[in-house]
């Protein structure tokens, strides 16, 4: 069979069929960004009219989101009911598109008979969904962050109401007797959000109706502990213990470094029994008596006569490792160590603390990095090489000099333990300083944006009891915050700590550093400047 020539296409019917082929790919094109605009482009008015409804809903939503600003949208990020929204948003919004261009597509399948044309739109259509997978599985991993590092609103009633019930019961055994050295708290009852409903969960100093009350939040108090976990070094003691305590009301915050060698805490009733514990102590007590008999006790006072039940002899970094069997004691608590650690501090200092959050030198490290770093100023010369925080990594080098520098993670781990040619309290101040300066550095719109390996940092090396209603209220008072805010202070050897044990270690002055709480937290919530003089450099 031949074909006359009259039947080949002539090169404007070519020509006009590869214009309308590319007219159409890109309407579909614009139909995957913009539902709407390509059946506009195609000449299809009517249908585009329905897409365009569903854009205005779009519209709507990210004018919202957009107008919550950095916090708002970082408040958001930390609620599962909203990932879980986002998530059903990004699969809607996908299909959406989708719908849209393969709508144009069945439309104009005549113009794209050709294979090419079809390659192209499948192309177009995977380049253009590809950020919606990407969203959702990091999204995906968001929820998994959520709900395997910060306790459930449910767990923490649970933990909540049982430490109010132990506290009722150490009441009642400290009214028939009198305790050694130190009386419970007795501040007032405050509150944190806890439930998704809205209604507020007590403080479990309260010990009246145990039912959930909505009472105002005006403090939120968080022990920050840093372990000395890592490569070489045998378990994990709480070198670093820092109290941050915020008031809501005035908007202003306390930075209280723990010197890591205090010794005897008062420690709360349910634990002094405990017959690890009491075998330890007796150990303790009983060295302490043999240096005492044997002329080399360092202590400033002698001892007495039977050994003081109600007292950790110990170094108070030595508590978390101690009592991180303890899940008995407390089975609603991922880190028992960490809860004897809070009830230990929180009940010999009078300071109700909340929550805790413990992280090892890997967690410190790729913290900061993920931050992108922290600048400090530094009052001293350092020169210095320390093991690594990670197996397998080579020591870091630390040169610098008096004076503003930027610090990566590792420059930064070197730089807070740091002991060399200085001492302990040099040391805790610098660590308080640090805290300080990433509080006031870190902004939630960095936080978004570097959020993937933040996210990944916490959910790999921090614990925390901090329940996940709580957040978005601590995001906001944090975020409030200003450096010039932040005030701190120290319990360590001298005014706080003005005796020595056998081994010439700093004895907890329960008074003196109780008074010393109570007049910075009564200066931070009448609203006066209390930063102790110059003691973090600007």
């Not at 958001?76 to 959406?96: D, E, H, S, Y």
């Not at 950020?131 to 959702?136: F, G, I, S």
């Not at 202070?489 to 109780?514: F, Q």
Request: net charge negative; aromatic share 6%.
């Amino acid at each position: 069979m031949t074909v006359s020539v009259d039947d080949q296409p002539s090169d404007a019917t070519v020509t006009y069929a590869r214009a309308a082929t590319s007219k159409t790919i890109l309407a579909i094109a614009a139909s995957l960004v913009v539902p709407g605009v390509g059946h506009l482009i195609a000449g299809r008015r009517r249908r585009a009219l329905g897409f365009f409804v569903g854009d205005a809903v779009i519209l709507i939503a990210t004018v919202w989101v957009f107008s919550l600003g950095s916090i708002g949208l970082l408040q958001l990020l930390v609620q599962p009911t909203w990932v879980r929204a986002i998530v059903v948003g990004n699969v809607a919004l996908g299909l959406f598109r989708l719908a849209a261009a393969v709508d144009l597509t069945v439309l104009e399948r005549p113009v794209l008979d050709r294979f090419p044309g079809v390659l192209v739109v499948g192309l177009l259509g995977f380049v253009l969904l590809a950020p919606h997978l990407l969203v959702a599985s990091r999204a995906t991993s968001l929820l998994g962050l959520l709900e395997s590092v910060f306790p459930a609103e449910g767990q923490v009633a649970i933990a909540i109401q049982t430490r109010r019930d132990a506290l009722a019961a150490e009441r009642a055994a400290s009214a028939q007797g009198p305790v050694t050295t130190a009386t419970p708290p007795t501040t007032s009852a405050a509150a944190v959000p806890g439930v998704p409903d809205g209604t507020v969960i007590p403080r479990f100093d309260d010990v009246g109706d145990p039912q959930l009350e909505s009472i105002d939040l005006n403090r939120i108090t968080v022990l920050l502990a840093g372990g000395d976990a890592g490569p070489g070094r045998g378990g994990l003691r709480t070198d670093t213990l820092i109290l941050a305590s915020l008031d809501v009301e005035t908007g202003e915050g306390v930075l209280i470094s723990l010197s890591r060698e205090l010794v005897d805490f008062p420690l709360p009733p349910k634990l002094r029994d405990l017959q690890s514990i009491t075998q330890r102590q007796e150990l303790m007590f009983a060295a302490a008596q043999a240096a005492e008999a044997g002329g080399f006790s360092q202590a400033t006072d002698p001892l007495p006569l039977e050994r003081d039940k109600s007292l950790w002899l110990d170094r108070i970094n030595a508590l978390y490792p101690f009592t991180n069997s303890l899940t008995g004691m407390y089975p609603n608590d991922a880190r028992p160590g960490m809860a004897a650690l809070r009830d230990t501090i929180s009940y010999a200092l009078g300071i109700h603390i909340d929550y805790y959050v413990l992280v090892d030198f890997a967690g410190f490290v790729d913290l900061v990095d993920a931050i992108g770093g922290v600048t400090i100023t530094s009052r001293e010369t350092m020169n210095i090489r320390m093991s690594p925080a990670k197996a397998g990594e080579e020591d870091t080098v630390l040169h610098i000099t008096p004076g503003r520098h930027h610090l990566d993670g590792r420059s930064a781990l070197v730089y807070v333990r740091n002991r060399t040619d200085t001492s302990d309290l040099v040391r805790t101040r610098r660590q308080r300083c640090f805290v300080r300066e990433v509080v006031g550095q870190v902004q939630p719109s960095t936080i978004i944006s570097r959020f993937d390996g933040i996210a990944r940092a916490i959910s790999r090396y921090a614990r925390t009891d901090i329940p996940l209603g709580v957040l978005p209220d601590l995001i906001q008072v944090v975020a409030d915050l200003e450096k010039a805010d932040i005030a701190t202070m120290a319990i360590e050897p001298g005014e706080l700590a003005n005796k020595s044990n056998y081994r010439g270690l700093p004895v907890l002055n329960v008074p003196r550093a109780r008074a010393a709480i109570d007049d910075i937290l009564s200066g931070l919530h009448e609203g006066e400047p209390v930063a102790e003089g110059n003691e973090c450099p600007s």
